[in-house]
């Protein structure tokens, strides 16, 4: 059924949110202040029309620059100019923080987007009539939308497309493999390093297939499951002083620019802290950097992580880092293990950190940094730090995931 309706604002999701109705209708692709023509969308939540036209544009609708743009779910806003985009972002976490009753200053958006995404998750699905989609996800469903080309990636991934359609091609090729194949590929300083997932147990000569197309395709390294297929260069990112191997599928921030923004931005309110702690360490951008004037402790549950950062703490001329494996959801430090440090830098996952918080509320560290990638975990967190007595300084938003809701955040906190 065909409806008319005006849009009153975009909601933190990036949708046009109308409530002419009385009750919030959802509409992907429209602005505030506009009339749309749109319909209901068959098995979608009954609260999202889809944009059939838009009869009055905001002034501030510009022309998407990628074709996939409205079907691919990658991108959620490259209609909006820069300026109207960067204020509704930064209202993101604003709103977030009110919401929770957090009164704190929240910076200007920090842009990061930088050379654009070093890393991309491709998935390889059948579609109708047997016909291979090697993509990403369409807007809210598990149909994947057929890509060869994206404008947001890093020139570094240049023939990550390419490479992942053909390694899909050989891995479903007389049906070999039928189930979703997810392809991660990441840009590293020896080329693409891919991690398949997905196939299952692959017979052996299907395994050669795979390290051929990985010769072909220059792929630094091909991992099935994390495990080797090929490795042509070790697929290394330099960090700081430090050269890091990484481990396959561990985590990385997405631009190189928004790992560098938020080392910087953790340095500076780190300051002069001696002994730092550095929880949910990764493979230690923050670490490494912070290594050049400080003694570190580092945790973090991926293993691989964390020998990835241990091998590059050997670096000529930074101070020791201790890193080690520990979950700090099931085992979080404790007040007497916290007692020593001078500072502590916290970037969990999108759960947040609740346990650790908690512990960190009770424990007499100074300085507490945090770098979140979810607005809400981070309120409840900074919530517990403050009832236990820390004053929550300004909060910088970092927009990483430009085109996307997704906000990081760093924050400081100070007793
Ligand atoms: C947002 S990433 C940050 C990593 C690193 N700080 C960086 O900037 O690359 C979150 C990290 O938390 C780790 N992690 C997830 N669950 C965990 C847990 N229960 N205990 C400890 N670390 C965990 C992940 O392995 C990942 O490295």
Do not use: Y
């Given at each position: 059924?065909?409806?008319?309706?005006?849009?009153?604002?975009?909601?933190?999701?990036?949708?046009?949110?109308s409530l002419a109705t009385g009750e919030a209708i959802y509409v992907p692709y429209a602005l505030g202040g506009e009339t749309v023509e749109v319909d209901h969308v068959v098995g979608h939540h009954p609260d999202r029309r889809k944009l059939l036209a838009v009869d009055v544009a905001n002034p501030e609708r510009i022309k998407p620059f990628c074709p996939h743009f409205g079907v691919c779910g990658g991108c959620a806003i490259q209609h909006w100019a820069a300026e109207p985009y960067h204020a509704w972002k930064r209202g993101i976490?604003?709103?977030?923080?009110?919401?929770?009753?957090?009164?704190?200053?929240?910076?200007p958006l920090v842009d990061a987007h930088g050379a654009g995404r070093r890393r991309i998750t491709l998935h390889g699905r059948f579609g109708t009539h047997d016909v291979l989609k090697v993509g990403f996800s369409a807007t809210s469903s598990?149909?994947?939308?057929?890509?060869?080309?994206?404008?947001?990636?890093?020139?570094?991934?240049?023939?990550?497309?390419?490479?992942?359609?053909?390694?899909?091609?050989?891995?479903?090729?007389?049906?070999?493999?039928?189930?979703?194949?997810?392809?991660?590929?990441?840009?590293?300083?020896?080329?693409?390093?891919?991690d398949v997932r997905g196939?299952?147990?692959?017979?052996?000569?299907?395994?050669?297939?795979?390290?051929?197309?990985?010769?072909?395709?220059?792929?630094?390294?091909?991992?099935?499951?994390?495990?080797?297929?090929?490795?042509?260069?070790?697929?290394?990112?330099?960090?700081?002083?430090?050269?890091?191997?990484?481990?396959p599928g561990s985590f990385l921030q997405a631009t190189v620019?928004?790992?560098?923004?938020?080392a910087v931005l953790v340095a500076e309110r780190v300051g002069k802290a001696r002994e730092v702690l550095d929880l949910f360490c990764g493979v230690g951008p923050f670490a490494l950097r912070l290594a050049e004037k400080s003694r570190i402790a580092a945790y973090d549950s991926d293993a691989g992580a964390v020998a990835a950062l241990?091998?590059?703490?050997?670096?000529?001329?930074?101070?020791?880092?201790?890193?080690?494996?520990?979950?700090?959801?099931?085992?979080?430090?404790?007040?007497?293990?916290?007692?020593?440090f001078d500072a502590v830098v916290f970037d969990p996952p999108r759960q947040g950190a609740q346990a650790q918080a908690l512990k960190l509320a009770e424990s007499k560290v100074p300085v507490v940094v945090a770098v979140s990638c979810n607005v809400a975990t981070f309120a409840r967190d900074a919530r517990l730090l403050i009832d236990g007595g820390y004053k929550l300084e300004t909060v910088v938003p970092v927009d990483q995931f430009r085109h996307t809701p997704h906000v990081e955040l760093v924050a400081k906190f100070k007793r």
């Open positions: 059924m065909v409806e008319r309706l005006t849009i009153d604002h975009v909601g933190h999701r990036g949708d046009g949110v976490v604003v709103e977030a923080l009110a919401q929770a009753g957090l009164d704190c200053e929240v910076a598990h149909d994947v939308i057929p890509i060869h080309r994206c404008p947001i990636l890093d020139p570094a991934l240049e023939g990550a497309l390419e490479a992942a359609w053909a390694l899909a091609e050989q891995l479903t090729s007389k049906m070999a493999v039928t189930k979703p194949l997810d392809i991660q590929v990441t840009a590293t300083a020896n080329g693409l390093d891919v196939s299952g147990p692959l017979p052996t000569p299907l395994v050669t297939v795979l390290s051929r197309v990985a010769e072909q395709h220059g792929l630094a390294r091909l991992t099935r499951h994390g495990e080797l297929v090929l490795q042509r260069l070790p697929p290394t990112l330099r960090i700081g002083r430090a050269e890091v191997t990484l481990p620019a928004g790992e560098e923004m938020l241990a091998k590059a703490a050997r670096t000529p001329g930074l101070k020791p880092i201790k890193a080690e494996p520990r979950d700090l959801f099931r085992r979080p430090l404790v007040p007497q293990e916290l007692r020593d």
